[in-house]
Protein backbone atom coordinates (compact mmCIF):
# COMPACT_ATOMS: atom_id res chain seq x y z
CA UNK A 1 0.00 0.00 0.00
CA UNK A 2 1.40 3.40 -0.85
CA UNK A 3 2.32 5.70 2.51
CA UNK A 4 1.25 8.83 1.82
CA UNK A 5 2.78 10.99 4.94
CA UNK A 6 5.95 11.57 2.79
CA UNK A 7 6.76 14.44 0.20
CA UNK A 8 9.08 14.76 -2.03
CA UNK A 9 11.63 16.71 0.34
CA UNK A 10 11.32 13.51 2.60
CA UNK A 11 11.99 10.92 -0.50
CA UNK A 12 14.86 13.23 -1.18
CA UNK A 13 16.91 13.05 1.73
CA UNK A 14 15.96 9.52 1.55
CA UNK A 15 18.49 9.48 -1.52
CA UNK A 16 20.96 11.19 0.78
CA UNK A 17 20.29 8.63 3.42
CA UNK A 18 20.87 5.69 1.36
CA UNK A 19 24.51 7.26 -0.33
CA UNK A 20 25.39 7.53 2.59
CA UNK A 21 24.31 3.69 3.84
CA UNK A 22 26.29 2.64 0.27
CA UNK A 23 29.29 5.17 1.07
CA UNK A 24 30.01 4.82 4.61
CA UNK A 25 27.99 1.88 6.42
CA UNK A 26 28.67 -0.53 3.73
CA UNK A 27 32.12 -0.99 3.17
CA UNK A 28 33.13 -0.62 6.74
CA UNK A 29 30.52 -3.16 8.44
CA UNK A 30 32.86 -6.00 9.14
CA UNK A 31 34.99 -3.77 10.92
CA UNK A 32 32.69 -2.10 12.72
CA UNK A 33 31.15 -5.49 13.72
CA UNK A 34 35.19 -6.50 14.56
CA UNK A 35 35.49 -3.68 16.75
CA UNK A 36 31.69 -3.97 18.08
CA UNK A 37 31.94 0.00 17.70
CA UNK A 38 31.61 1.95 14.74
CA UNK A 39 34.49 4.23 15.85
CA UNK A 40 34.83 8.18 15.51
CA UNK A 41 35.87 8.37 11.85
CA UNK A 42 31.84 7.31 11.21
CA UNK A 43 30.64 9.59 13.95
CA UNK A 44 32.47 12.33 12.08
CA UNK A 45 30.89 11.45 8.47
CA UNK A 46 27.53 11.16 10.24
CA UNK A 47 28.05 14.74 11.38
CA UNK A 48 29.67 15.99 7.91
CA UNK A 49 26.47 15.11 6.64
CA UNK A 50 24.26 17.29 9.01
CA UNK A 51 22.35 13.58 10.19
CA UNK A 52 23.03 13.70 14.08
CA UNK A 53 21.57 17.00 14.37
CA UNK A 54 18.42 17.23 12.27
CA UNK A 55 16.40 18.37 15.06
CA UNK A 56 18.84 20.63 16.80
CA UNK A 57 18.46 24.36 16.35
CA UNK A 58 20.45 26.51 13.65
CA UNK A 59 21.92 28.84 16.51
CA UNK A 60 23.71 25.68 18.30
CA UNK A 61 25.03 23.74 15.34
CA UNK A 62 22.33 21.49 13.90
CA UNK A 63 20.13 20.97 10.85
CA UNK A 64 17.46 23.35 12.68
CA UNK A 65 14.73 20.82 11.15
CA UNK A 66 11.09 21.34 12.67
CA UNK A 67 9.77 18.06 10.72
CA UNK A 68 10.29 14.97 12.77
CA UNK A 69 9.83 12.39 9.85
CA UNK A 70 12.89 13.49 8.58
CA UNK A 71 14.44 11.40 11.83
CA UNK A 72 12.47 8.96 11.32
CA UNK A 73 13.23 8.27 7.13
CA UNK A 74 16.94 7.98 8.82
CA UNK A 75 16.34 5.53 10.86
CA UNK A 76 14.31 3.29 8.38
CA UNK A 77 17.37 3.75 5.92
CA UNK A 78 19.86 3.11 9.00
CA UNK A 79 17.99 -0.25 10.32
CA UNK A 80 17.58 -1.61 7.05
CA UNK A 81 21.06 -1.66 6.28
CA UNK A 82 21.75 -3.45 9.46
CA UNK A 83 19.65 -2.41 13.19
CA UNK A 84 22.62 -1.61 15.46
CA UNK A 85 22.98 1.47 13.21
CA UNK A 86 19.63 3.14 13.84
CA UNK A 87 20.18 2.24 17.70
CA UNK A 88 23.47 3.88 18.39
CA UNK A 89 22.53 6.86 16.26
CA UNK A 90 18.89 6.89 17.47
CA UNK A 91 20.04 7.19 20.90
CA UNK A 92 22.57 9.88 20.45
CA UNK A 93 20.38 12.03 17.68
CA UNK A 94 16.80 11.17 18.83
CA UNK A 95 16.81 10.47 22.53
CA UNK A 96 19.71 12.52 23.64
CA UNK A 97 19.27 15.58 21.68
CA UNK A 98 15.66 16.78 23.55
CA UNK A 99 17.36 16.23 26.67
CA UNK A 100 19.99 18.80 25.66
CA UNK A 101 17.48 20.68 23.47
CA UNK A 102 14.96 21.46 25.63
CA UNK A 103 16.44 21.10 29.13
CA UNK A 104 19.89 22.43 29.56
CA UNK A 105 21.05 25.91 30.34
CA UNK A 106 22.45 28.05 27.62
CA UNK A 107 25.83 27.52 28.74
CA UNK A 108 25.66 23.93 28.69
CA UNK A 109 23.81 24.16 24.72
CA UNK A 110 27.17 26.10 23.81
CA UNK A 111 29.39 23.38 25.64
CA UNK A 112 27.84 20.30 24.19
CA UNK A 113 25.58 20.93 20.94
CA UNK A 114 27.91 22.13 18.39
CA UNK A 115 30.35 19.03 19.08
CA UNK A 116 27.01 16.52 19.04
CA UNK A 117 26.19 17.94 16.03
CA UNK A 118 29.61 17.27 14.56
CA UNK A 119 30.42 13.93 15.98
CA UNK A 120 33.27 14.58 18.45
CA UNK A 121 30.55 14.72 21.32
CA UNK A 122 29.10 10.90 21.34
CA UNK A 123 26.57 10.81 23.54
CA UNK A 124 24.25 7.92 25.70
CA UNK A 125 21.93 7.71 27.82
CA UNK A 126 22.50 5.84 31.07
CA UNK A 127 19.23 4.71 33.28
CA UNK A 128 19.26 0.85 33.39
CA UNK A 129 21.14 -0.48 36.72
CA UNK A 130 22.49 -4.15 36.76
CA UNK A 131 19.58 -4.39 39.70
CA UNK A 132 17.24 -3.58 36.96
CA UNK A 133 15.38 -1.60 33.99
CA UNK A 134 11.97 -2.02 33.96
CA UNK A 135 11.44 -0.19 37.41
CA UNK A 136 12.78 2.66 36.54
CA UNK A 137 11.61 4.78 39.94
CA UNK A 138 13.49 2.24 42.13
CA UNK A 139 17.47 3.36 40.69
CA UNK A 140 20.14 2.76 43.26
CA UNK A 141 23.00 5.40 41.52
CA UNK A 142 22.85 8.18 44.21
CA UNK A 143 24.04 11.59 43.63
CA UNK A 144 24.83 13.38 47.11
CA UNK A 145 25.19 17.37 47.12
CA UNK A 146 28.61 18.51 48.28
CA UNK A 147 29.32 22.45 48.02
CA UNK A 148 28.77 23.19 44.66
CA UNK A 149 29.10 19.57 43.23
CA UNK A 150 27.65 16.09 43.21
CA UNK A 151 29.40 13.23 44.29
CA UNK A 152 27.89 10.37 42.38
CA UNK A 153 28.05 6.33 43.08
CA UNK A 154 26.86 3.71 41.51
CA UNK A 155 26.73 1.72 38.01
CA UNK A 156 24.91 1.38 35.26
CA UNK A 157 24.51 -1.91 32.57
CA UNK A 158 23.67 -2.48 28.85
CA UNK A 159 24.34 1.26 27.80
CA UNK A 160 24.22 1.77 24.03
CA UNK A 161 27.01 4.28 22.94
CA UNK A 162 28.19 3.42 26.31
CA UNK A 163 31.91 2.58 25.44
CA UNK A 164 32.55 5.46 22.94
CA UNK A 165 30.78 8.58 24.77
CA UNK A 166 32.01 11.55 26.04
CA UNK A 167 28.76 12.88 27.29
CA UNK A 168 26.40 10.62 29.41
CA UNK A 169 23.25 11.17 30.53
CA UNK A 170 22.84 9.78 33.85
CA UNK A 171 19.86 9.70 36.17
CA UNK A 172 20.55 8.78 39.93
CA UNK A 173 18.95 9.50 42.96
CA UNK A 174 19.01 12.49 44.90
CA UNK A 175 16.55 12.14 47.39
CA UNK A 176 16.39 8.78 48.66
CA UNK A 177 12.70 9.16 50.47
CA UNK A 178 10.84 9.96 47.37
CA UNK A 179 11.81 7.35 45.13
CA UNK A 180 10.28 8.66 41.28
CA UNK A 181 10.51 12.50 42.60
CA UNK A 182 13.80 11.94 44.01
CA UNK A 183 15.75 11.50 40.49
CA UNK A 184 18.07 13.97 38.83
CA UNK A 185 19.88 14.11 35.36
CA UNK A 186 23.43 14.35 35.22
CA UNK A 187 25.80 15.33 32.38
CA UNK A 188 29.21 12.82 33.04
CA UNK A 189 31.77 13.49 30.86
CA UNK A 190 34.91 11.21 29.77
CA UNK A 191 37.57 12.34 31.94
CA UNK A 192 35.78 12.60 35.11
CA UNK A 193 37.99 11.10 38.04
CA UNK A 194 36.14 7.83 39.43
CA UNK A 195 34.27 7.17 35.85
CA UNK A 196 35.05 3.95 34.57
CA UNK A 197 33.44 1.93 31.99
CA UNK A 198 33.76 -2.19 31.55
CA UNK A 199 34.59 -3.88 28.63
CA UNK A 200 32.11 -4.00 25.20
CA UNK A 201 29.32 -6.67 26.40
CA UNK A 202 29.33 -9.14 24.06
CA UNK A 203 25.88 -9.44 22.61
CA UNK A 204 23.97 -11.90 20.21
CA UNK A 205 23.19 -9.74 18.11
CA UNK A 206 24.04 -5.93 16.74
CA UNK A 207 27.33 -6.86 16.84
CA UNK A 208 28.04 -2.80 15.29
CA UNK A 209 27.26 -1.42 18.04
CA UNK A 210 29.03 -0.95 21.33
CA UNK A 211 27.14 -1.44 24.82
CA UNK A 212 29.30 -1.13 28.14
CA UNK A 213 28.80 -0.88 31.93
CA UNK A 214 29.56 2.27 33.41
CA UNK A 215 30.83 2.70 37.24
CA UNK A 216 30.56 5.82 38.96
CA UNK A 217 32.91 6.26 42.19
CA UNK A 218 32.93 8.89 43.50
CA UNK A 219 32.45 11.11 40.61
CA UNK A 220 32.86 14.81 41.23
CA UNK A 221 29.81 16.11 38.63
CA UNK A 222 29.75 20.28 39.13
CA UNK A 223 26.09 21.53 39.51
CA UNK A 224 27.45 23.24 35.97
CA UNK A 225 26.45 19.21 34.80
CA UNK A 226 23.06 18.97 36.37
CA UNK A 227 20.50 18.81 33.36
CA UNK A 228 16.94 20.31 34.04
CA UNK A 229 15.88 20.23 38.02
CA UNK A 230 16.67 18.77 40.67
CA UNK A 231 14.48 15.62 41.37
CA UNK A 232 12.59 15.99 38.51
CA UNK A 233 15.00 13.59 36.49
CA UNK A 234 12.10 10.69 36.22
CA UNK A 235 9.42 12.84 34.82
CA UNK A 236 11.78 14.37 32.13
CA UNK A 237 12.76 10.52 31.30
CA UNK A 238 9.14 9.63 31.20
CA UNK A 239 8.03 12.62 28.86
CA UNK A 240 10.43 11.93 25.94
CA UNK A 241 9.93 7.39 25.87
CA UNK A 242 7.25 8.73 23.62
CA UNK A 243 9.78 9.88 21.44
CA UNK A 244 12.25 7.07 21.58
CA UNK A 245 9.25 4.29 21.87
CA UNK A 246 8.01 5.40 18.17
CA UNK A 247 11.53 5.95 16.44
CA UNK A 248 11.99 1.92 18.31
CA UNK A 249 8.60 1.07 16.26
CA UNK A 250 9.75 2.95 12.83
CA UNK A 251 12.88 0.90 12.89
CA UNK A 252 10.96 -2.58 13.91
CA UNK A 253 9.11 -2.03 10.99
CA UNK A 254 11.49 -0.88 8.06
CA UNK A 255 13.81 -3.94 9.82
CA UNK A 256 11.41 -6.43 8.84
CA UNK A 257 10.03 -5.18 5.84
CA UNK A 258 13.33 -4.95 4.27
CA UNK A 259 14.45 -8.67 5.14
CA UNK A 260 10.56 -10.27 3.69
CA UNK A 261 11.26 -8.13 0.31
CA UNK A 262 14.46 -9.63 0.05
CA UNK A 263 13.39 -13.03 1.60
CA UNK A 264 10.51 -12.98 -1.40
CA UNK A 265 12.97 -12.67 -3.68
CA UNK A 266 14.55 -15.59 -2.40
CA UNK A 267 11.62 -17.44 -2.12
CA UNK A 268 11.13 -16.71 -5.82
CA UNK A 269 14.34 -18.10 -7.06
CA UNK A 270 15.08 -21.16 -5.09
CA UNK A 271 14.06 -23.97 -6.56
CA UNK A 272 13.47 -27.37 -4.27
CA UNK A 273 11.19 -30.00 -6.20
CA UNK A 274 11.78 -28.48 -9.31
CA UNK A 275 9.42 -25.57 -8.27
CA UNK A 276 10.63 -22.67 -6.47
CA UNK A 277 10.19 -22.38 -2.74
CA UNK A 278 7.62 -19.90 -2.72
CA UNK A 279 5.13 -21.74 -4.88
CA UNK A 280 4.43 -24.32 -2.35
CA UNK A 281 1.48 -22.92 -0.83
CA UNK A 282 1.79 -23.27 2.70
CA UNK A 283 5.20 -20.40 2.04
CA UNK A 284 3.11 -18.65 -0.48
CA UNK A 285 0.56 -18.23 2.27
CA UNK A 286 3.14 -17.59 5.06
CA UNK A 287 4.44 -14.75 3.01
CA UNK A 288 1.10 -13.20 1.95
CA UNK A 289 0.05 -13.36 5.52
CA UNK A 290 3.63 -11.41 6.72
CA UNK A 291 3.56 -8.83 3.90
CA UNK A 292 -0.09 -7.83 5.29
CA UNK A 293 0.61 -7.62 8.92
CA UNK A 294 3.69 -5.67 7.67
CA UNK A 295 1.44 -3.26 5.79
CA UNK A 296 -1.37 -2.87 8.29
CA UNK A 297 1.41 -2.37 11.05
CA UNK A 298 2.75 0.41 8.86
CA UNK A 299 -0.93 2.18 8.83
CA UNK A 300 -0.95 2.29 12.38
CA UNK A 301 2.76 3.29 12.78
CA UNK A 302 2.74 6.47 10.19
CA UNK A 303 -0.48 7.43 12.17
CA UNK A 304 2.26 7.38 15.31
CA UNK A 305 4.77 9.26 13.11
CA UNK A 306 1.64 11.88 12.15
CA UNK A 307 0.71 12.64 15.59
CA UNK A 308 3.92 13.17 17.05
CA UNK A 309 4.87 15.36 14.11
CA UNK A 310 1.70 17.51 15.42
CA UNK A 311 2.17 16.55 19.15
CA UNK A 312 -1.21 14.65 19.93
CA UNK A 313 0.63 11.31 20.54
CA UNK A 314 -0.49 9.94 23.59
CA UNK A 315 2.42 7.65 25.80
CA UNK A 316 -0.08 4.65 25.56
CA UNK A 317 -0.12 4.92 21.81
CA UNK A 318 4.01 5.14 21.60
CA UNK A 319 3.19 1.32 23.80
CA UNK A 320 1.38 -0.12 21.56
CA UNK A 321 3.56 0.82 18.65
CA UNK A 322 6.52 -0.47 20.32
CA UNK A 323 5.39 -3.72 21.65
CA UNK A 324 3.61 -4.40 18.30
CA UNK A 325 6.22 -3.96 15.93
CA UNK A 326 9.06 -5.46 18.14
CA UNK A 327 6.76 -8.73 18.14
CA UNK A 328 6.14 -8.08 13.97
CA UNK A 329 9.35 -7.88 13.50
CA UNK A 330 10.61 -11.28 15.13
CA UNK A 331 7.54 -12.96 14.21
CA UNK A 332 8.77 -11.73 10.27
CA UNK A 333 12.13 -12.71 10.82
CA UNK A 334 12.01 -15.35 12.36
CA UNK A 335 9.77 -16.90 9.52
CA UNK A 336 12.10 -15.60 6.84
CA UNK A 337 14.69 -17.60 8.37
CA UNK A 338 12.25 -20.59 8.03
CA UNK A 339 12.26 -19.96 3.94
CA UNK A 340 15.44 -19.37 4.06
CA UNK A 341 16.44 -22.62 5.07
CA UNK A 342 19.82 -23.98 6.12
CA UNK A 343 21.48 -20.52 4.72
CA UNK A 344 18.98 -18.62 7.38
CA UNK A 345 20.89 -19.79 9.83
CA UNK A 346 24.74 -18.51 8.31
CA UNK A 347 25.93 -15.51 10.43
CA UNK A 348 26.81 -14.49 6.42
CA UNK A 349 23.29 -13.99 5.53
CA UNK A 350 21.45 -10.67 6.55
CA UNK A 351 18.54 -12.77 7.48
CA UNK A 352 20.31 -14.43 10.01
CA UNK A 353 22.07 -11.37 11.46
CA UNK A 354 18.49 -9.12 11.42
CA UNK A 355 16.82 -12.43 13.08
CA UNK A 356 19.54 -11.96 15.83
CA UNK A 357 19.47 -8.33 15.85
CA UNK A 358 15.71 -8.05 16.03
CA UNK A 359 15.76 -10.36 19.30
CA UNK A 360 16.42 -6.94 21.77
CA UNK A 361 13.62 -5.26 20.58
CA UNK A 362 11.16 -7.09 22.72
CA UNK A 363 13.11 -6.53 25.90
CA UNK A 364 14.72 -2.77 25.46
CA UNK A 365 12.94 1.08 25.16
CA UNK A 366 10.40 -0.63 28.07
CA UNK A 367 10.08 -4.17 27.57
CA UNK A 368 6.91 -5.65 25.78
CA UNK A 369 5.77 -6.54 29.17
CA UNK A 370 5.75 -3.48 30.58
CA UNK A 371 4.19 -1.67 27.38
CA UNK A 372 1.54 -3.93 28.15
CA UNK A 373 1.06 -2.83 31.55
CA UNK A 374 1.07 1.17 30.62
CA UNK A 375 -1.87 -0.03 28.14
CA UNK A 376 -3.89 -1.78 30.74
CA UNK A 377 -3.07 1.05 33.27
CA UNK A 378 -4.85 3.50 30.87
CA UNK A 379 -7.87 1.06 30.26
CA UNK A 380 -8.36 1.00 34.14
CA UNK A 381 -7.07 -2.24 34.96
C1 LIG B 1 21.43 -4.18 23.69
C2 LIG B 1 20.78 -3.36 24.78
C3 LIG B 1 20.91 -1.98 24.74
C4 LIG B 1 20.33 -1.19 25.74
N1 LIG B 1 20.53 0.16 25.74
C5 LIG B 1 20.17 0.88 26.84
C6 LIG B 1 20.53 2.27 26.97
O1 LIG B 1 21.13 2.87 26.05
N2 LIG B 1 20.20 2.92 28.11
C7 LIG B 1 19.54 2.30 29.13
O2 LIG B 1 19.30 2.94 30.14
N3 LIG B 1 19.17 1.01 29.03
C8 LIG B 1 19.48 0.29 27.93
N4 LIG B 1 19.14 -1.03 27.84
C9 LIG B 1 18.46 -1.66 28.96
C10 LIG B 1 17.01 -2.05 28.69
O3 LIG B 1 16.20 -0.93 28.57
C11 LIG B 1 16.60 -3.00 29.83
O4 LIG B 1 17.27 -4.23 29.60
C12 LIG B 1 15.10 -3.20 29.91
O5 LIG B 1 14.47 -2.02 30.35
C13 LIG B 1 14.74 -4.33 30.89
O6 LIG B 1 15.40 -4.17 32.11
P1 LIG B 1 16.19 -5.43 32.75
O7 LIG B 1 17.09 -5.96 31.70
O8 LIG B 1 16.80 -5.01 34.02
O9 LIG B 1 15.10 -6.52 33.01
P2 LIG B 1 14.16 -6.62 34.31
O10 LIG B 1 13.60 -5.28 34.62
O11 LIG B 1 14.89 -7.35 35.37
O12 LIG B 1 12.99 -7.54 33.74
C14 LIG B 1 13.18 -8.94 33.52
C15 LIG B 1 11.92 -9.51 32.90
O13 LIG B 1 10.82 -9.31 33.81
C16 LIG B 1 9.78 -8.63 33.13
N5 LIG B 1 9.09 -7.71 34.03
C17 LIG B 1 9.61 -6.75 34.82
N6 LIG B 1 8.64 -6.10 35.47
C18 LIG B 1 7.47 -6.66 35.07
C19 LIG B 1 6.11 -6.41 35.37
N7 LIG B 1 5.72 -5.43 36.19
N8 LIG B 1 5.17 -7.19 34.78
C20 LIG B 1 5.52 -8.18 33.92
N9 LIG B 1 6.79 -8.46 33.60
C21 LIG B 1 7.77 -7.69 34.16
C22 LIG B 1 10.46 -7.86 32.01
O14 LIG B 1 9.54 -7.55 30.98
C23 LIG B 1 11.52 -8.83 31.59
O15 LIG B 1 10.96 -9.77 30.71
C24 LIG B 1 19.62 -1.81 26.80
C25 LIG B 1 19.48 -3.22 26.81
C26 LIG B 1 20.06 -3.98 25.84
C27 LIG B 1 19.93 -5.47 25.90
Not at 172 to 179: Q, Y
Not at 184 to 202: A, I, N, S
Not at 240 to 262: C, F, K, M, P, Y
Not at 279 to 307: G, P, W, Y
Amino acid sequence: MLRTIFDEDHEAFRDSCRTFVDRQLRPNQEKHIANHEFGRELWLELGKQDLLGLNVPAEYGGAGVEDSRFAMVLAEELSKFAFAYSSCVGIHADCVAPYLVDLCTEEQKRRWLPKFCTGELITAIAMTEPSGGSDLANLKTTAVRQGDDWILNGSKTFITNGYSADLVVVAARTSPEKRARGITLFGVETGMPGFERGRKLDKIGQPESDTAELFFADVRVPSANVIGDIDQGFIYMMERLVTERVGAAVSNLAHARQILDETIVYAKERQAFGQPIGSFQVNKHTLAELVTRCEVTQAFIDACIMQQLNGTLSTVDAAKAKWWTAEVQNSVLDACVQLWGGYGYMNEYRVARAWADARVTRIWAGSNEIMKELIGRDLGL
